[in-house]
Structure formats: structure tokens, C-alpha cells
């Protein structure tokens, strides 16, 4: 939370305290600054947002696509088609569309010079020595695939061109050119995985081909050249055109109404005859994935170019996230830069956001956000032109970005015409030094004031932090010396540093003082103005917090925060211990544990494990509540509310938290009590129904009794979801109605990696030791540890359903395997999996609705190990009045691993489970009173990725 203060002029002079003490802060400037050259560099960096320019974008583009209609449909020899297509792109982007014919004769022109150039620099090979020699021994060869088509791949390079969808690639490169063979549209496409194209990886698929930019070694780019001829006869002649003596190759590939001659001749009026007319939309069945939700009452091009909303989002955003330089914003082009890194879509013009994602990888050092035409559907020949939304993007660069860079204005994807607006650039800053004694630097999304913690400013000619951390400490010397007699001195414990600009250009470092590190919370700031109304722009704000903390205390005993070995975790304490910190706040130690790829909000290099209290309590990392310390970095959680236990960990981890808000060991056992409220509707049925749905530790019982529902008047959505998608969010698209007041609300889930043949759960099938003694409540004989070294009669692993049932006279099948009914009397079933928080962050429920004659169940860590009846978090038995249900707090795309025992002491037997989503949607369910039931792609019995979650120990070596 951030702490508005009454404002300051920023440049004023130093306050009386400070005077006070005769602190010598040299030159403190209450008038405008000695300027450096500062010219007006805005101008160049923002677009001239006007009709015209909005226009002329889409007449670019729009003649552009016509060039590139008129080439499809001549009849030019197919080894020149995809030359002259490039010319003509080139050709009509300069010219006026009354010229476009003669744009495209010339691009013919062209083609054959450029053809016979190709065939002779470029070499053709194989998909299948492709795969066996890779890149960079492939670099600009032609590969012809298993079904004859031919792509030109570039290796280290990434395509200037958003996907429209993407597939797994399960060997290599070479899986690519097959997926964008079966994928309708594809005509290039970017590998993204192992070094040199080998291994698995991600094929975005390309809808248009653009051109190839520089990227990683474990990027490959792929641009299909030609496709085979099948059963066409195929001639060669030459033909001298009308206005060159020039020999042009053409081919006499049979097509219908349309003659050799026409298709080399020179005339406007015969070139234009063979346009091509796509049909208009019919049936589009590919939604798109979108996750920003804006609904424009237009639908063109030129309307989304002006859409002054879409305008006010990237200028709003003129200062850059905390750690970023602006360099450019509100432009109608995104970027052509070399070191592109990929992309991100985003659910709102969020900077910071964008910025996150550029922080977590070590060679991003630029990003630009920017707002892209998008086709609701993915286009294909069946849907050429569906209806436009607006998609916000992040892209992210190797290298610094500036504003002549932002040349990419859009492309079509069939008839569709993507354009952009509110294009905004940041570069990452270089950091700050770092300064002895100092922890730091943090950036900080604007510069720091609050009067109550305040001490004093100074601004130096040079960016130089050091100048300010000697001046922090020359403050609390003399605070000292001045109050020797004193119990007390005020001390400063922090600096903020920052950058004033005008107008882009650098005029001072400015350096402000603080009693407290607290001051990180009033980062409020972002411009400044003097006394002569001049504004400047605060950038580069960067804060540095002492440590330890001085207390400003002389003769009252403390005791320092501790340093060295005495720092460690294990000098603290032992795992499970209370220890108050320096300030005061209570932590419990969590020596060697972790709580991994849960929780995190941001990290800092400190020196020891101590560290991490000091800035975990400054308010630093807001929200923070516990920590993790490897590698001499802390890095910080927000755990309050989470269900996730720590674990123990091998790799030298140690972490704390604040014991009021995060449940720790306990986590997984925390009760949670759902209310519910009911509500009454009419519906059009027969009788009376109740629907139950839980939301959190809230439940609702809906009562819908048999009555007249009157007409609907407003639109409703219905909501249809599906649980396939590859990316980390969630995707929600919402399709208005076209007729009637029903529309659709399409959402479609992130699921587990499958590639490693994980999918479904494991069972193991045992004997019950202990048959016959299930007549007492609770049945407390059976105790499943017993089992954990005794080798299983049978195991079955992929199953696609949990839960079992048995009449007492029949023999059945259980998971695939024939059962007497005298073992089905005894049957005990071991089953572990893992569930894949596909639906988001929230309360999952698992829900064990009756046994006969026993489950139990465990979640979390005790699943892969340690497991005991005692440990067990929820058990269900015959004589249970009511269902048992256990709500699991998860973070989205995250695996926990679960564990459910199940066993009968004669008789009848079988039991019931079910995992419910946040959303109410089902995971898993068991058909009542049958051997069978559902289970979604979230459950697989361990994830692909062994650092997310490890495998289960195999039935008979369980610990």
C-alpha cells in the first residue's frame, strides 16, 4: 500500500532540523537549475495521432495485401511465386494503389533474377538429415519434409511475426515443419527448445511469414518455400513481355479460364482480372485466445487506429516501472529489433507487469507494450475476416529499444488486417553500485517523501550514490556528536536516489534522507516543479536501506542485529523454533526447508540469512510474510492463506515467517469452514432442484422451483470451458450474440505437460491385513504404514478413474483387473497422483462422500512420504454420518501430490471421491455405485518437470 503525503517542492531549500545541525549539504537550489543541452526530444518519440497518419497505415497495408492476391493468382512459374510475392510487398508499400498492376508486373520482372539467385546459393536436404545434423550445419538450407514440402530454415533466428497457435514439438525442429504442414494457414514457424533445434520444445505456428530476426541458439525459424506439385504436369517456356526483352520463366500449370498468355502479359486491365476473391466469413470455429477484455461499438482498422480509450492506456503510462527508462511511447508501430526474446499477452496495459516478465530472464534488457488488432477466430479459408479485439502484448528484447525501431505497423493474417496502437518502449537501467553497509539498491517506482520520517536533500552534478550514502552517514555523525549527552540521536538509515530530467535529458543526481527504511512505502513521486513553474521528470529512483538499522539509542542497552555465523538460521534456532527479530516482528525458522514456486513477490542479494528479516519487515516487498535464503539472495513470499507446507529441502535452503498469517508446518491442516447463503429462482423444469457451489470457504445453495420464467430480456452468456491449453493463464474470451440474447463466454484452462507418458494415477492392490474388525467405528485396526514395503499382487498405472464398488456376489473389474468376489471382500488400493492447478489459484476440495468400509487420504508432502493413519488429513469410514470434504489452498500451475488408501473388511465394499476446482468445475469424479468415472488432464502421476514435484516411491519401497 502506498502512503500519500502532503507534497514538497522538491527543489526547496533544506528544513530548519537539518540547518540545525549544521549538516553541510553544500548548494541546495531553490530556483530552476544551471540546464545542461536539453532539447525537446518528446516530439520525436511520440506518433502524430491524426486521421491522415491512421489512413495512410492502412492503405500501406491494404495495398500491400492486394500485391500480394494479384501474385497468388498469376500463373508465374511456382519457383518464382515466392519471390515476386516479397517484391511486391517491397514494391507497393511506395507506391500508390492506382499503380498496384504495375507494381506487380515489375515484381514479376524480378522474380527470375531472384529465383535463379536462390537455386543456386541455397541448398536442399531432407528432414530426416536435418534431424541428424541440426543447426548450425543447416543455417539457410532448404529442408524438404516427410510430406514434401520445403522450408527454409534459419537457425538462432525468431520470426518478426505474432503465432496464432502453437503445438509441442517432441524430438526436434523437424517436428515443426509437420505440425505447420497440418495446421490450415501455417506458412512459417519459430522452435523454440533444445540447443541447435534438438530436443523437445514449442512450435508457434505463423499465419504470415515476415522475416527472421536474431535470436537464442535454441531458437529455430522455419519459412515454407514450396509445397509438392502432386499430379500436375508441370512445362517450362519462355516468353518476352511487351515492354523488355528480358526472358521470363513462367510455368504452364493448368489453371481453369485463365490462359498461359494472360499470366504473362503486361497489361493492367488481364492482371487485375485474376485477383482473387476470398470468400466472405462462413464458418469460424477457432476462437482466439485473448485476455484483455475491451468492447469497441466499430470494427475497422482505421476506427481502432483513433480509438482514443486504446490512446489514453500507453500515454498514461509515460513513466517507466520501477528499474526501467521510457524511451518511447504512445508510437502506431511495434517493434522490428534484433534480440527479440518472445512474447507475453497480458489482461491490461500494465507496465509493471510486462516489466516482471522481462526481470525473470537475465538476458532481457528492454520490452514494448503495445495494443494489437486481433481477429476474434483464428483465420482461415472459412473464416478470412472475423470480427477485431484488442490484444495487449509484451514483447521482450535482448537489447536497448529506441523509437526509429518501431517500424512494424501490422501484417494480414488471410483478409484480416492487424494494425497497431499505443506502442510504448523501456529500457532496463544500468544498476546502481552497491554500497557498503548499505542493502540495496531497490528500485522504486517513483521517488520517496513522508514529513514524519524526512531529514534532508541534496543534488549532485554526477550520478553517483556513494555521494549520497557518505552524506547519510556524515547526517547521523553529527546527530551524534551534536546530541553526546542525549540518550537519543536521530540517525538516517536510508537514502533514495534518482535521476532529474528534462525533457530526456539528465540535470542533476538528487539524493533525499530518511530516519527509516519504511520510506521504500512513499515512492509517490514522479515529477517535480521549481519555483519558476519549470516541471521536471524524477527516473532512475533507486533506495538503499543501512543495516543493521540504527536505533538511534546512546545509553539505553540493545542488542545489534547479528552478523557472520552468528547470522545463519541454524545459529537462530532449529526448524519449527520462534525467534524475534531485530524490530520485533515473531518469525518461526524453517532451517533447511523451502516452500518452492509458491508465493514469491521479488528477491534481494544480502549477506547473510539475517538480512532477509530487516528488509522483509521494511515494507520493501509489500505484502511480505515469510522468506527463503539460498545463495546469499532473499527471496521473498506472501504466504498468508496458503495451504502448502514447507518441505525439506537438499540444497542448502533456509526460510522463516510471521506465524499470524502463514500456518507453516500446520498449513495443510488449517480448518476452513464454509458458510453458506441459499437463494430461491423460478426455472422452466419440473419440481424442485438444489445446486450447491462452494467459492472459497463460501457455499451457495441455489433452490429452483417449477414456475413461469419470464423472457429474457437482457443477453446471458453460457459458459463453455475446455482443459487444453499450453500457456500459464487462464484464456477468457466472451462472443457476443449475433442473434438472439444468448451469447458465449469461452474459457480454456492451462494443463500438465503429458509428454513424459505421466497421464492418469497409479494403483496398487493389496490384501487387507486386517478384515473383520470394521465393525468398530472409526475402524482404527487398519493402518495402511503396515503395507509400505509389502510388494503389491497387482499395480496398474494411467488410470483414468478413482473408485471402486462390489455387491458381495459377483466377481468385477477394478481398474482393468478381474477380481473374485472373496478378494474383493479384503481389496485395499494405494493410489498417488498429483493434481495440476490448471484453473487458477484458489481453494481446490477434495470430497469423499462414503466408504465401505475406509478411506484415507493425505495431500502435500506426507503424500510422497512419511505417510501414517495419525498424519492422515481426511478420513472417511461406513459409519461417517456425513461426507468428509477437505479445501486446499493452491497456486495456479503448481503440482501437489496426493495419496488415497482404501480398504475393505468384508462384504459389500467401495467408495467415492471427487476434486473440485475454484471455479466448481470437476477434476475428478467417481460414478456412484459403478467401476468407473471421470478424471480431467490436471491429474498425472508425476509431473514431467521432476523439480516440480518428485516421482512417488514405487508400491513395496514406500518410506
Given at each position: 500500500?502506498?502512503?500519500?503525503?502532503t507534497?514538497?517542492?522538491?527543489?526547496?531549500?533544506?528544513?530548519?532540523?537539518?540547518?540545525?545541525?549544521?549538516?553541510?549539504?553544500?548548494?541546495?537550489?531553490?530556483?530552476?537549475?544551471?540546464?545542461?543541452?536539453?532539447?525537446?526530444?518528446?516530439?520525436?518519440?511520440?506518433?502524430?495521432?491524426?486521421?491522415?497518419?491512421?489512413?495512410?497505415?492502412?492503405?500501406?497495408?491494404?495495398?500491400?495485401?492486394?500485391?500480394?492476391?494479384?501474385?497468388?493468382?498469376?500463373?508465374?512459374?511456382a519457383?518464382?511465386?515466392?519471390?515476386?510475392?516479397?517484391?511486391?510487398?517491397?514494391?507497393?508499400?511506395?507506391?500508390?494503389?492506382?499503380k498496384?498492376?504495375?507494381a506487380?508486373?515489375?515484381s514479376?520482372?524480378?522474380?527470375?533474377?531472384?529465383?535463379?539467385?536462390?537455386?543456386?546459393?541455397?541448398?536442399k536436404?531432407s528432414?530426416?538429415?536435418?534431424?541428424?545434423?541440426?543447426?548450425?550445419?543447416?543455417?539457410?538450407?532448404?529442408?524438404?519434409?516427410?510430406?514434401?514440402?520445403?522450408?527454409?530454415?534459419?537457425?538462432?533466428?525468431?520470426?518478426?511475426?505474432?503465432?496464432?497457435?502453437?503445438?509441442?514439438?517432441?524430438?526436434?525442429?523437424?517436428?515443426?515443419?509437420?505440425?505447420?504442414?497440418?495446421?490450415?494457414?501455417?506458412?512459417?514457424?519459430?522452435y523454440?527448445?533444445g540447443?541447435?533445434?534438438?530436443?523437445?520444445g514449442?512450435?508457434?505456428?505463423?499465419?504470415?511469414?515476415?522475416s527472421?530476426?536474431?535470436?537464442?541458439?535454441?531458437?529455430?525459424?522455419?519459412?515454407l518455400?514450396?509445397?509438392?506439385s502432386?499430379?500436375?504436369?508441370?512445362t517450362?517456356?519462355?516468353?518476352?513481355?511487351?515492354?523488355?526483352s528480358?526472358k521470363?520463366?513462367?510455368?504452364?500449370?493448368?489453371?481453369?479460364?485463365?490462359?498461359?498468355?494472360?499470366?504473362?502479359?503486361?497489361?493492367?486491365?488481364?492482371?487485375?482480372?485474376?485477383?482473387?476473391?476470398r470468400?466472405?466469413?462462413?464458418?469460424c470455429?477457432?476462437p482466439?485466445?485473448?485476455?484483455?477484455?475491451?468492447?469497441?461499438?466499430?470494427?475497422?482498422?482505421?476506427?481502432?487506429?483513433?480509438?482514443?480509450?486504446?490512446a489514453?492506456?500507453?500515454a498514461?503510462?509515460?513513466?517507466p516501472?520501477?528499474?526501467?527508462?521510457?524511451?518511447?511511447?504512445?508510437?502506431?508501430?511495434?517493434?522490428?529489433?534484433?534480440?527479440y526474446?518472445?512474447y507475453?499477452?497480458?489482461?491490461?496495459?500494465?507496465?509493471?507487469?510486462?516489466?516482471?516478465?522481462?526481470?525473470?530472464?537475465?538476458?532481457?534488457?528492454?520490452?514494448?507494450?503495445?495494443?494489437?488488432?486481433?481477429?476474434?477466430?483464428i483465420?482461415?479459408?472459412?473464416?478470412?475476416?472475423?470480427?477485431?479485439?484488442?490484444?495487449?502484448?509484451?514483447?521482450l528484447?535482448?537489447?536497448?529499444?529506441?523509437?526509429?525501431?518501431?517500424?512494424?505497423?501490422?501484417?494480414?493474417?488471410?483478409?484480416?488486417?492487424?494494425?497497431?496502437?499505443?506502442s510504448?518502449?523501456?529500457?532496463?537501467?544500468?544498476?546502481?553500485?552497491?554500497?557498503?553497509?548499505?542493502?540495496?539498491?531497490?528500485?522504486?517506482?517513483?521517488?520517496?517523501?513522508?514529513?514524519?520520517?524526512?531529514?534532508?536533500?541534496?543534488?549532485?552534478?554526477?550520478?553517483?550514490?556513494?555521494?549520497?550514502?557518505?552524506?547519510?552517514?556524515?547526517?547521523?555523525?553529527?546527530?551524534?556528536?551534536?546530541?553526546?549527552?542525549?540518550?537519543?540521536?536521530?540517525?538516517?538509515?536510508y537514502?533514495?536516489?534518482?535521476?532529474?530530467?528534462?525533457?530526456g535529458?539528465?540535470?542533476?543526481?538528487?539524493?533525499?534522507?530518511?530516519?527509516?527504511?519504511?520510506?521504500?512505502n512513499?515512492?509517490?513521486?514522479?515529477?517535480?516543479?521549481?519555483?519558476?513553474?519549470?516541471?521536471?521528470?524524477?527516473?532512475?529512483?533507486?533506495?538503499?536501506?543501512?543495516?543493521?538499522?540504527d536505533?538511534?539509542?546512546?545509553?539505553?542497552?540493545?542488542?545489534?542485529?547479528?552478523?557472520?555465523?552468528?547470522?545463519?538460521?541454524?545459529?537462530?534456532?532449529?526448524?519449527?523454533?520462534?525467534?524475534?527479530?531485530?524490530?520485533g516482528?515473531?518469525?518461526?525458522?524453517?532451517?533447511?526447508?523451502?516452500?518452492?514456486?509458491?508465493a514469491?513477490?521479488?528477491?534481494?542479494?544480502?549477506?547473510?540469512?539475517?538480512?532477509?528479516?530487516?528488509?522483509?519487515?521494511?515494507?520493501?516487498?509489500?505484502?511480505?510474510?515469510?522468506f527463503?535464503?539460498?545463495?546469499?539472495?532473499?527471496y521473498f513470499k506472501?504466504l498468508?492463506?496458503?495451504?502448502?507446507?514447507?518441505?525439506?529441502d537438499?540444497?542448502?535452503?533456509?526460510?522463516?515467517?510471521?506465524?499470524?498469517?502463514?500456518?507453516?508446518?500446520?498449513?495443510?491442516t488449517?480448518?476452513?469452514?464454509?458458510?453458506?447463503t441459499?437463494?430461491?429462482?423460478?426455472?422452466?423444469?419440473?419440481?424442485?432442484?438444489?445446486?450447491?457451489?462452494?467459492?472459497?470457504?463460501?457455499?451457495?445453495?441455489?433452490?429452483?422451483?417449477?414456475?413461469?420464467?419470464?423472457?429474457?430480456?437482457?443477453?446471458?452468456?453460457?459458459?463453455?470451458?475446455?482443459?487444453?491449453?499450453?500457456?500459464?493463464?487462464?484464456?477468457?474470451q466472451?462472443?457476443?450474440?449475433?442473434?438472439?440474447?444468448?451469447?458465449?463466454?469461452?474459457?480454456?484452462?492451462?494443463?500438465?505437460?503429458?509428454?513424459?507418458?505421466?497421464?492418469?494415477?497409479?494403483?496398487?492392490f493389496?490384501?487387507?491385513?486386517?478384515?473383520?474388525?470394521?465393525?468398530?467405528?472409526?475402524?482404527?485396526?487398519?493402518k495402511?504404514?503396515?503395507?509400505?514395503?509389502?510388494?503389491?499382487?497387482a499395480?496398474?498405472?494411467?488410470i483414468?478413474?478413482?473408485?471402486?464398488y462390489?455387491?458381495?456376489?459377483?466377481?468385477?473389474?477394478?481398474?482393468?483387473?478381474?477380481?473374485?468376489?472373496?478378494?474383493?471382500?479384503?481389496?485395499?488400493?494405494?493410489?498417488?497422483?498429483?493434481?495440476?492447478?490448471?484453473?487458477?489459484?484458489g481453494?481446490?476440495?477434495?470430497?469423499?462422500?462414503?466408504?465401505?468400509?475406509?478411506?484415507?487420504?493425505?495431500?502435500?508432502?506426507?503424500?510422497?512420504?512419511g505417510?501414517?493413519?495419525?498424519?492422515?488429513?481426511?478420513?472417511?469410514?461406513?459409519s461417517?454420518?456425513?461426507?468428509?470434504?477437505?479445501?486446499f489452498?493452491?497456486?495456479?500451475?503448481?503440482?501437489?501430490?496426493?495419496?488415497?488408501?482404501?480398504?475393505?473388511?468384508?462384504?459389500?465394499?467401495?467408495?467415492?471421491?471427487?476434486?473440485?476446482?475454484?471455479?466448481?468445475?470437476?477434476?475428478?469424479?467417481?460414478?456412484?455405485?459403478?467401476?468407473?468415472g471421470?478424471?480431467?488432464?490436471?491429474?498425472?502421476?508425476?509431473?514431467?518437470?521432476?523439480?516440480?514435484?518428485?516421482?512417488?516411491?514405487?508400491?513395496?519401497?514406500?518410506?
Amino acid at each position: 500500500m502506498r502512503f500519500i503525503d502532503t507534497a514538497v517542492p522538491i527543489l526547496a531549500g533544506l528544513s530548519t532540523l537539518v540547518e540545525a545541525q549544521n549538516v553541510d549539504f553544500g548548494k541546495v537550489y531553490s530556483a530552476k537549475p544551471q540546464l545542461k543541452s536539453a532539447s525537446n526530444t518528446e516530439s520525436s518519440t511520440s506518433s502524430i495521432k491524426t486521421s491522415s497518419v491512421a489512413s495512410s497505415i492502412v492503405s500501406v497495408l491494404s495495398s500491400r495485401h492486394a500485391a500480394t492476391m494479384v501474385s497468388s493468382a498469376s500463373t508465374a512459374s511456382a519457383k518464382s511465386s515466392s519471390s515476386a510475392k516479397s517484391s511486391s510487398l517491397s514494391k507497393s508499400s511506395n507506391t500508390s494503389s492506382s499503380k498496384s498492376s504495375s507494381a506487380t508486373t515489375l515484381s514479376t520482372k524480378k522474380a527470375t533474377s531472384s529465383t535463379k539467385q536462390s537455386s543456386s546459393s541455397t541448398q536442399k536436404t531432407s528432414s530426416s538429415a536435418a534431424a541428424s545434423s541440426l543447426c548450425p550445419s543447416i543455417n539457410n538450407k532448404d529442408i524438404t519434409d516427410t510430406k514434401g514440402k520445403v522450408y527454409t530454415i534459419k537457425c538462432s533466428s525468431d520470426t518478426n511475426v505474432g503465432a496464432f497457435t502453437n503445438k509441442a514439438a517432441t524430438k526436434s525442429f523437424a517436428d515443426c515443419m509437420n505440425a505447420c504442414d497440418d495446421t490450415s494457414g501455417c506458412v512459417a514457424f519459430s522452435y523454440v527448445g533444445g540447443d541447435g533445434g534438438n530436443g523437445s520444445g514449442t512450435c508457434w505456428l505463423k499465419n504470415s511469414a515476415g522475416s527472421a530476426i536474431s535470436a537464442g541458439t535454441n531458437y529455430v525459424a522455419g519459412f515454407l518455400k514450396s509445397i509438392p506439385s502432386s499430379s500436375k504436369t508441370m512445362t517450362t517456356s519462355t516468353k518476352k513481355t511487351s515492354s523488355s526483352s528480358a526472358k521470363i520463366t513462367t510455368s504452364t500449370k493448368k489453371v481453369t479460364s485463365v490462359s498461359t498468355k494472360a499470366s504473362t502479359s503486361t497489361s493492367t486491365k488481364k492482371t487485375s482480372s485474376t485477383k482473387v476473391k476470398r470468400a466472405t466469413a462462413t464458418t469460424c470455429s477457432n476462437p482466439n485466445s485473448i485476455l484483455y477484455n475491451y468492447q469497441a461499438n466499430y470494427n475497422t482498422p482505421t476506427q481502432f487506429l483513433l480509438d482514443t480509450t486504446l490512446a489514453g492506456l500507453a500515454a498514461a503510462q509515460w513513466y517507466p516501472p520501477a528499474g526501467y527508462s521510457t524511451s518511447f511511447t504512445s508510437q502506431l508501430a511495434g517493434l522490428f529489433a534484433p534480440n527479440y526474446l518472445g512474447y507475453q499477452q497480458l489482461s491490461s496495459y500494465d507496465t509493471s507487469a510486462c516489466a516482471a516478465y522481462c526481470n525473470a530472464r537475465s538476458d532481457c534488457n528492454a520490452f514494448n507494450i503495445y495494443i494489437q488488432r486481433t481477429p476474434t477466430f483464428i483465420p482461415d479459408d472459412s473464416c478470412p475476416n472475423p470480427n477485431a479485439a484488442a490484444q495487449i502484448t509484451c514483447a521482450l528484447y535482448g537489447s536497448p529499444v529506441d523509437a526509429s525501431q518501431a517500424t512494424n505497423i501490422g501484417q494480414y493474417r488471410k483478409d484480416f488486417m492487424v494494425v497497431i496502437q499505443g506502442s510504448n518502449g523501456y529500457n532496463l537501467n544500468p544498476v546502481p553500485a552497491s554500497v557498503s553497509s548499505f542493502q540495496g539498491p531497490t528500485a522504486l517506482d517513483g521517488v520517496a517523501y513522508s514529513s514524519n520520517i524526512y531529514l534532508g536533500q541534496k543534488y549532485f552534478s554526477t550520478y553517483d550514490v556513494n555521494q549520497c550514502s557518505s552524506l547519510c552517514n556524515a547526517y547521523t555523525a553529527n546527530s551524534k556528536s551534536q546530541n553526546a549527552k542525549s540518550s537519543t540521536y536521530t540517525p538516517c538509515n536510508y537514502f533514495n536516489v534518482f535521476n532529474l530530467t528534462l525533457n530526456g535529458q539528465t540535470q542533476l543526481m538528487g539524493c533525499y534522507l530518511f530516519t527509516t527504511s519504511d520510506a521504500a512505502n512513499y515512492d509517490v513521486y514522479t515529477t517535480a516543479q521549481d519555483s519558476s513553474g519549470t516541471v521536471y521528470n524524477l527516473t532512475n529512483s533507486y533506495g538503499y536501506a543501512l543495516y543493521p538499522q540504527d536505533k538511534g539509542l546512546t545509553s539505553v542497552t540493545w542488542t545489534p542485529a547479528p552478523t557472520g555465523k552468528n547470522a545463519t538460521c541454524s545459529a537462530l534456532g532449529k526448524a519449527g523454533s520462534s525467534y524475534i527479530d531485530y524490530n520485533g516482528v515473531n518469525y518461526t525458522l524453517g532451517c533447511g526447508y523451502d516452500v518452492q514456486y509458491a508465493a514469491d513477490i521479488g528477491n534481494q542479494t544480502t549477506p547473510d540469512f539475517y538480512s532477509c528479516f530487516a528488509i522483509c519487515d521494511s515494507g520493501s516487498f509489500p505484502g511480505c510474510d515469510g522468506f527463503a535464503y539460498l545463495g546469499n539472495t532473499c527471496y521473498f513470499k506472501t504466504l498468508a492463506g496458503s495451504s502448502r507446507t514447507p518441505q525439506l529441502d537438499n540444497y542448502n535452503v533456509d526460510m522463516a515467517w510471521m506465524p499470524a498469517s502463514y500456518a507453516g508446518f500446520n498449513a495443510y491442516t488449517v480448518p476452513g469452514t464454509v458458510s453458506y447463503t441459499t437463494t430461491t429462482t423460478v426455472w422452466s423444469g419440473p419440481g424442485s432442484t438444489t445446486t450447491t457451489t462452494i467459492n472459497g470457504l463460501s457455499g451457495t445453495v441455489i433452490v429452483k422451483t417449477s414456475g413461469s420464467v419470464p423472457a429474457a430480456t437482457t443477453t446471458t452468456y453460457v459458459t463453455v470451458t475446455t482443459d487444453q491449453g499450453t500457456a500459464s493463464t487462464i484464456a477468457t474470451q466472451t462472443i457476443t450474440p449475433t442473434k438472439g440474447l444468448t451469447g458465449t463466454v469461452s474459457i480454456v484452462y492451462p494443463t500438465p505437460a503429458t509428454t513424459c507418458g505421466n497421464k492418469g494415477a497409479a494403483v496398487g492392490f493389496y490384501s487387507n491385513p486386517v478384515p473383520g474388525q470394521q465393525g468398530v467405528s472409526q475402524y482404527p485396526a487398519f493402518k495402511p504404514e503396515v503395507m509400505k514395503t509389502s510388494v503389491p499382487s497387482a499395480q496398474v498405472t494411467g488410470i483414468s478413474y478413482i473408485g471402486e464398488y462390489n455387491d458381495d456376489s459377483h466377481g468385477t473389474y477394478v481398474y482393468g483387473k478381474y477380481q473374485t468376489s472373496n478378494t474383493l471382500s479384503t481389496l485395499a488400493l494405494n493410489h498417488v497422483f498429483y493434481v495440476f492447478a490448471g484453473h487458477g489459484t484458489g481453494y481446490y476440495y477434495i470430497n469423499l462422500p462414503q466408504a465401505d468400509d475406509v478411506t484415507l487420504l493425505w495431500v502435500g508432502p506426507n503424500a510422497l512420504s512419511g505417510y501414517t493413519r495419525a498424519n492422515a488429513q481426511l478420513i472417511q469410514t461406513w459409519s461417517a454420518p456425513a461426507p468428509a470434504t477437505l479445501g486446499f489452498y493452491l497456486t495456479a500451475n503448481t503440482y501437489t501430490p496426493i495419496r488415497l488408501w482404501f480398504a475393505n473388511g468384508g462384504g459389500y465394499g467401495g467408495f467415492q471421491f471427487t476434486v473440485t476446482a475454484p471455479d466448481g468445475a470437476t477434476i475428478l469424479q467417481t460414478t456412484p455405485n459403478s467401476n468407473a468415472g471421470v478424471m480431467n488432464s490436471d491429474i498425472v502421476m508425476f509431473p514431467c518437470d521432476t523439480s516440480k514435484g518428485a516421482k512417488f516411491p514405487a508400491f513395496g519401497k514406500e518410506t
